[in-house]
């Protein structure tokens, strides 16, 4: 894009003639290969909001509102993930570029079997992250590897918070009373 600047310098006029170049990337701060990471991530994180609201939906149906309401905010926390990483790709010069998200399974059995699927994927997300870190490392991106922390501790926080539903509702079994509890305590949960 052709743009035409003035310069005022002691009172005297400088004009010139400069080009933007607006292909975004030329000049990014992050190596293509972790800027193509990064956007995996962010379908990563985009792919658990949807599977966080399947299960939501799931839930409702069966009536436990309160286990649904935990997904729902739990969905919206994957998007605010997903956000935090398409922004610092784009503060770091780089493309965001994003793709279609998988569909994610819809049946399931109770409550029990969502939050130990949620478990087991809160972990793969870990690792993910965790590899993540690693590759900044070994590229020596320090700023990413510095970005990548928070998701490091917020991982350490999900998987504690879904290994202890599952430990709460392995411990309960099938005691219809005992469930309802825990379905009314996960209702209380609100977004951040």
Known sequence: MECFGVVIVYGLNYTFNYTINQTRGDESMISQEMEKELNEQINRELYSSYLYLSMAT???????????????????????????????????????????????????TDPLTIFEKSLEHEKFVTKSIHDLVSLAVDKKDYATKAFLDWFVTEQVEEEATMDGIVNKLKMIGDKGHALLMIDAQLGKREGH
Do not use: C, T, W
């Not at 309401?69 to 493309?95: L, N």
């Not at 279609?100 to 819809?106: F, K, L, N, T």
């Open 58 to 108: 799931f839930l409702a149906e069966k009536n436990f509102d309160g286990m649904a309401q935990f997904m729902k905010v739990q969905a919206r926390e994957e998007v605010e993930h997903a956000m935090k990483i398409y922004h610092y790709i784009e503060e770091q010069g780089g493309r965001v570029l994003l793709k279609g998200i998988d569909e994610p399974p819809s049946d399931f």
